[in-house]
Structures are given as C-alpha cells and as structure tokens.
C-alpha cells in the first residue's frame, strides 16, 4: 500500500467512527460505540446496530466503489471525465432496479433487485465501450454518457409515475440523486459481497491498465488480453458500482472528484492510483452523508444532492481546462 | 355585486324557509361538491337526487371512508366547466382546494360555501351542522351528530385505569407522522393517547427519521393499514428491523386513514378503533373490552 492510499484508508475509517457518531438522537458517543459492540443499552444498541451501522458500511463501500470504479474507468478510457455516473452507469444500474423493484418482481427475493441493477450497468458499460470506443475523444464519451443518463433518467421516472403505488412517483428524486438513509443491514449484507467482487475484478486489472498508457500494441506486446481486462473491467464497475446504485440509489460525482484530486499525488500510473482513489472516495461519501445529517434537521438532504452540489462545479472547471488542453 | 348579494339574501331566505319546513323535498337545493371532504358530508346529509357530481377523489378507498357509495354519484375533477354545465344551486368545496375554480365560480354568480379542513370534535360537529343548513337537512345533520356523540361516548377502554396514556407514534409512508393540530393528532389524544409526533413542536404534517421513532421510546407504532398493490421503497421502511427491535408494539391498520382524513362523523370510529387498541395493550387489562 502507497502511503497515499494508507493515508486515504485512515480519512476513511475516521469518517467511518465519525458516521457511527452522527444522528438524530443525542447518543453519547463513546456509550454508543460501547453499546454497538456489547449491546449493553438496548435502545442504543437498537439505533447503532440497526440503523447507523448499515449507513456507515454502505458509505464506505459504495464510496469506495465510487472512487475506485472511476479510477479504472478513467485508466481504461484514458480519458478524464470517465465516472460510473457521470457516463451513464449509475443511471442504468438505476432503472434496471427500478424496473425490478416497482413491478413486484422483488417479491422473488434476495438478490433479484441487484440483478435488475447490475444487469443495467453492465449493459451501459458495454454500449460505452462499444459507441464511444477506447479511441475516441473525451467529448465524444461525454455525450454519450450525457445521452445515456438522460434516457435512463427519463425511463426510470416513466416507470415510476406508471406505477400505481401513490408513492412510486416521489421515489424519483431517490433513484436520480441517491440516500443512505434508513438503509437495513440486510441491504448492506446484500450489497458488500457483490461489491467486494468487483473490487477484485478491478484491481485484477492493475497491471493491464498500467501496460495500456503505453498503448495497446505495446500492452499486447506486453502479455495483455485486451478482450479479457475489457471484459474484467465491464463486469467489475457494473458489480461494485450496480450494487450500490441498488440500495442507495444514484450518487454521482464521487468518481469523478477524488481520482482527480489524488493523481498529483500518485506516480500517474493507473494501478497506483486505484486503492488510493477507492478510500479516498469511501472519504469523501462519508464525509458527505455526516454533512447531510448536521445541515439538515427533520425531512434530510439527499446525499446525491450534496456530492452533486460539489461534484457539478469541479467537473464545469475540469471541461474548461479540458478545452483549452485539446484547443 | 348586486348579482351576488341578491343570490345571497335569496339564500338566507331559503335557510330561513327551510328551518320552517315549509320546503317540499322536490324542492331541495342541488349540489355540486370539489373537494373530498364536502364530498362526504354532502353524501351522508344530501337527500336522493340532490347531490350532482363529487370530486373524483371520493371513489378512492385510501381516501375516502364512503367510497362505495361515491361510486353512485357523477365524478367531477374540480373544474369550474364542469359546475357550469352543471347548474346546481349550490357548490360546496374546501376552503384551500381549487382556489381559481372558487374565485372564477363566485364572479360568475355561483354560491360557493367553503370548508376549512377539520382539525377537533367540535369543529366536526359544526360542519356537520352547517351541511345540513345548507342542504336543508337539518334534521338529517342532527341524527349524524347525535349518532357521532354516542360513538365518541363508547368505552371499550373502560377498564384501563383512568391515568393510562401509552405513547403512540404514526409512523407513515417516507416517515410522516401527525403533528400537532391535526385531526389525527385529536383523534389520538380523544383515544387517551400521548401523540409523539406532536411532541417536536413540528406542527401539521412532520418528517422523522427511524432513528428518531427509535429514540422516542414510543409504546405503539401505528402503521399505515394495508401496502398498496404495487411496491414502493415508502412500505419497504415499514419492515426495517429496527421497529421490530425497538420494543413498541407495532400495529398495521388500527385506523382506517379515510376516517381521518377528512372529518365526519366516520371520524369517531377511528376513535373507538384506538380505544380498542388502548384496552388491548399491557397496563391495562380489565372488562370493557
């Protein structure tokens, strides 16, 4: 590990405490922590276990998601504004669950709306690489991405005002601009192990994405399977990004940020930046959701409101520099 | 001006001739209801063929305690077209609903008598009252409240002792609860209730958060009845497992939401639903029930 990425793993488990930490209720935190680990005070046992717990996992690891599936995204692409959200991903991971969840095939159980999420965003994935291409210019990528997260967007509020549950047609603004409110343990126990799998998908592709700045020939020449580590990346950003998206809803502009912010610091290779960006972005989420929680009392802000709130400003400034780079 | 003011001394002459029962039923005035909860005033008071159209909402059992019957009677959508095809002699609707529809209808010469939403007893009994002045039903609207008072006067809780009043928490769709001042919020406390979600100070409709329910150490959560057909992430909160661990007593369906909703005098059956479910809790066990 980096000490780039030991420092980002050590912001990361400091915002985790700090989560556990921030609620509705005025709980001690040190009596909380304690209740959480010996289930001494009931009700406090009862809030830090059943509702804090499962917020402060799903924010470390969609986070995590986040930055490290921008990363990859963002090595393989070679191209900056790359991000699971930002190009589409989430959108579509966003209306598979939809269509899942709304039309009552859940009732199934267990795994079947992260089926419906991961089946989109591998889908998106897959018509990025396939439209845009590995070639083509960051533009390009963009307005597909800006294409495929409009049409997503747009299905994904048809199907909930089709629904005939009164309240499917407020549960828009969850699905476009996600939450990690009132989450269960049970939707981070259905999340983490998808995720954690594509993790180890992504960093499987470490070394290939090092090898493919120097281009694919020379990457072939260099023992990479250029089908293969495509086909690794699709199912691992799908996975770890689809997961989240599933439980929490879209939740954009992580991992466009944090890559950003932490490759000046990185030796610019792809593969040393992927651990460091994920931790840092399972920071920067965390440290959103704490936001969220102390600004807002009573009806909360929407976690995707707030990353969007920073996340669209650094993204205008990165298209402006991006122009006078390619002008 | 002098249009309306005519149509006004004439009303007061029709109220005044009503009283005396010197109006033959042929003769009772038709009505056109736009809003849910005049709707179903107008439906328990009005005599056959008096009533000319209801707002849509009244056919919807979510909504409205008298949705079968709604069924029976012309739908309207709350346009003010639709009075004027109409012509009934009198429009009834909700003093915050459909506001340009109002305002267009009364400068064009129509009556339009307006309700301010129910939020006490007593304010039920008024507008049941004024119903029936309006519809010259009197006698109809005094039966309704009389049956209204003896349905508030049943005790099913009789045997809980006289200073039992467990927490209870309306725990909504989205976590809205009943804050204070609304009528949920004086059915619950004529139940003998502690209503939690007045407790913040929040006022009329307030937002919660589950941690919040949690720390509230409430004795009964009280759910909404039934889910809907279809799925929506609203139910899924319902089943979170921290309302299971959290100790209340967690109850689905103890008031039927149409009772309160709107006022009438249906409202006092969610009354007596809460006063049953008061005598079922522990603390008190005795007869009466």
Same mark, same amino acid.
């Given at each position: 590990?980096?000490r780039?990425?030991?420092?980002?793993?050590?912001?990361?488990?400091?915002?985790?405490?700090?989560?556990?930490?921030?609620?509705?209720?005025?709980?001690?935190?040190?009596?909380?922590?304690?209740?959480?680990?010996?289930?001494?005070?009931?009700?406090?046992?009862?809030?830090?276990?059943?509702?804090?717990?499962?917020?402060?996992?799903?924010?470390?690891?969609?986070?995590?998601?986040?930055?490290?599936g921008?990363?990859?995204?963002?090595?393989?692409?070679?191209?900056?504004?790359?991000?699971?959200?930002?190009?589409?991903?989430?959108?579509?991971?966003?209306?598979?669950?939809?269509?899942?969840?709304?039309?009552?095939?859940?009732?199934?159980?267990?795994?079947?709306?992260?089926?419906?999420?991961?089946?989109?965003?591998?889908?998106?994935?897959?018509?990025?690489i396939?439209?845009?291409?590995?070639?083509?210019?960051?533009?390009?990528?963009?307005?597909?991405?800006?294409?495929?997260?409009?049409?997503?967007?747009?299905?994904?509020?048809?199907?909930?005002?089709?629904?005939?549950?009164?309240?499917?047609?407020?549960?828009?603004?969850?699905?476009?601009?996600?939450?990690?409110k009132?989450?269960?343990?049970?939707?981070?126990?259905?999340?983490?192990?998808?995720?954690?799998?594509?993790?180890?998908?992504?960093?499987?592709?470490?070394?290939?994405?090092?090898?493919?700045?120097?281009?694919?020939?020379?990457?072939?020449?260099?023992?990479?399977?250029?089908?293969?580590?495509?086909?690794?990346?699709?199912a691992?950003?799908?996975?770890?990004?689809?997961?989240?998206?599933?439980?929490?809803?879209?939740?954009?502009?992580?991992?466009?940020?944090?890559?950003?912010?932490?490759?000046p610091?990185?030796?610019?290779?792809?593969?040393?930046?992927?651990?460091?960006?994920?931790?840092?972005?399972?920071?920067?989420?965390?440290?959103?959701?704490?936001?969220?929680?102390?600004?807002?009392?009573?009806?909360?802000?929407?976690?995707?409101?707030?990353?969007a709130?920073?996340?669209?400003?650094?993204?205008?400034?990165?298209v402006?520099?991006?122009?006078?780079?390619?002008? | 001006?002098?249009?309306?003011?005519?149509?006004?001394?004439?009303?007061?002459?029709?109220?005044?001739?009503?009283?005396?029962?010197?109006?033959?039923?042929?003769?009772?005035p038709?009505?056109?209801?736009?809003?849910?909860c005049?709707?179903?005033?107008?439906?328990?008071?009005?005599?056959?063929?008096?009533?000319?159209?209801?707002?849509?909402?009244?056919?919807?059992?979510?909504?409205?305690? /008298?949705?079968?019957?709604?069924? #029976?009677?012309?739908?309207?959508?709350?346009?003010a *077209?639709? +009075?004027? !095809?109409?012509? $009934? %002699?009198?429009?009834?609707?909700?003093?915050?609903?459909?506001?340009?529809?109002?305002?267009?209808?009364?400068?064009?010469?129509?009556?339009?008598?307006?309700?301010?939403?129910?939020?006490?007893?007593?304010?039920?009994?008024?507008?049941?009252?004024?119903?029936?002045?309006?519809?010259?039903?009197?006698?109809?609207?005094?039966?309704?409240?009389?049956?209204?008072?003896?349905?508030?006067?049943?005790?099913?809780?009789?045997?809980?002792?006289?200073?039992?009043?467990?927490?209870?928490?309306?725990f909504g769709?989205n976590?809205?609860?009943?804050?204070?001042?609304?009528?949920?919020?004086?059915?619950?406390?004529?139940?003998?209730?502690?209503n /939690?979600?007045?407790?913040?100070? #929040?006022?009329?409709?307030?937002?919660?958060?589950? *941690?919040? +329910?949690? !720390?509230?150490? $409430? %004795?009964?959560?009280?759910?909404?009845?039934?889910?809907?057909?279809?799925?929506?992430?609203?139910q899924?909160?319902?089943?979170?497992?921290?309302?299971?661990?959290?100790?209340a007593?967690?109850?689905?369906?103890?008031?039927?939401?149409?009772?309160?909703?709107?006022?009438?005098?249906?409202?006092?059956?969610?009354?007596?639903?809460?006063?049953?479910?008061?005598?079922?809790l522990?603390?008190?066990?005795?007869?009466?029930?």
């Amino acid at each position: 590990m980096t000490r780039l990425a030991a420092l980002m793993a050590a912001l990361a488990a400091l915002l985790f405490l700090a989560s556990l930490a921030v609620g509705a209720s005025d709980i001690p935190v040190l009596h909380g922590l304690a209740a959480l680990v010996t289930g001494s005070d009931p009700l406090a046992a009862t809030i830090m276990r059943d509702i804090r717990l499962p917020r402060a996992l799903l924010g470390l690891g969609i986070g995590f998601s986040l930055g490290l599936g921008g990363a990859a995204l963002q090595g393989f692409l070679r191209n900056p504004l790359a991000e699971p959200g930002l190009v589409g991903v989430s959108g579509a991971a966003a209306l598979g669950a939809v269509a899942v969840f709304y039309t009552g095939l859940s009732a199934f159980g267990g795994f079947t709306v992260q089926l419906g999420a991961l089946a989109g965003a591998a889908g998106a994935v897959v018509f990025l690489i396939g439209l845009a291409g590995r070639r083509s210019s960051p533009m390009t990528l963009v307005l597909a991405g800006v294409a495929l997260t409009s049409l997503t967007g747009a299905l994904t509020a048809l199907a909930l005002n089709l629904s005939p549950n009164p309240f499917a047609s407020y549960e828009i603004i969850f699905w476009l601009l996600g939450s990690l409110k009132d989450r269960a343990l049970g939707d981070a126990a259905l999340a983490l192990p998808l995720m954690a799998a594509g993790w180890a998908l992504l960093f499987a592709c470490a070394s290939a994405l090092d090898a493919l700045t120097l281009g694919d020939d020379t990457a072939r020449s260099l023992g990479v399977n250029l089908p293969r580590t495509a086909t690794m990346l699709v199912a691992g950003v799908a996975l770890s990004a689809g997961a989240g998206v599933a439980v929490a809803g879209t939740i954009g502009f992580v991992g466009l940020v944090v890559p950003h912010l932490l490759r000046p610091f990185t030796d610019e290779r792809p593969s040393s930046l992927l651990l460091a960006s994920g931790f840092g972005g399972a920071a920067l989420l965390l440290a959103a959701d704490i936001a969220v929680r102390l600004l807002t009392t009573g009806r909360e802000l929407n976690v995707g409101v707030l990353t969007a709130l920073i996340g669209a400003p650094f993204f205008l400034w990165l298209v402006m520099s991006n122009r006078r780079v390619m002008a | 001006m002098v249009r309306r003011s005519g149509i006004r001394v004439a009303a007061a002459l029709l109220a005044v001739l009503a009283g005396t029962g010197a109006w033959a039923d042929g003769a009772l005035p038709t009505v056109h209801s736009l809003n849910l909860c005049t709707d179903q005033l107008a439906m328990l008071i009005a005599a056959p063929g008096q009533i000319r159209s209801i707002s849509e909402l009244a056919i919807d059992p979510s909504l409205s305690a /008298l949705a079968g019957q709604a069924r #029976t009677y012309p739908a309207n959508r709350g346009l003010a *077209e639709e +009075v004027v !095809a109409d012509q $009934p %002699d009198l429009v009834v609707t909700g003093a915050w609903s459909a506001r340009n529809a109002t305002d267009l209808l009364r400068s064009l010469g129509y009556r339009v008598e307006t309700f301010r939403p129910d939020l006490t007893l007593d304010g039920i009994r008024g507008d049941i009252l004024r119903m029936g002045d309006l519809l010259h039903r009197r006698d109809t609207a005094r039966e309704l409240v009389a049956g209204f008072d003896a349905e508030l006067a049943r005790a099913p809780d009789a045997g809980c002792p006289a200073a039992f009043h467990p927490r209870l928490l309306v725990f909504g769709p989205n976590g809205v609860t009943e804050g204070a001042g609304t009528l949920p919020d004086t059915v619950i406390k004529a139940a003998g209730f502690v209503n /939690l979600g007045a407790e913040p100070g #929040t006022g009329g409709m307030a937002f919660i958060s589950l *941690e919040q +329910v949690i !720390a509230m150490r $409430p %004795d009964v959560i009280l759910l909404p009845a039934d889910d809907p057909a279809a799925p929506a992430l609203a139910q899924k909160l319902f089943s979170h497992p921290a309302l299971k661990a959290s100790g209340a007593r967690i109850v689905r369906g103890a008031v039927d939401a149409a009772l309160w909703t709107c006022g009438g005098p249906f409202t006092a059956r969610a009354v007596t639903g809460l006063k049953r479910l008061k005598a079922s809790l522990p603390g008190c066990r005795g007869p009466g029930s």
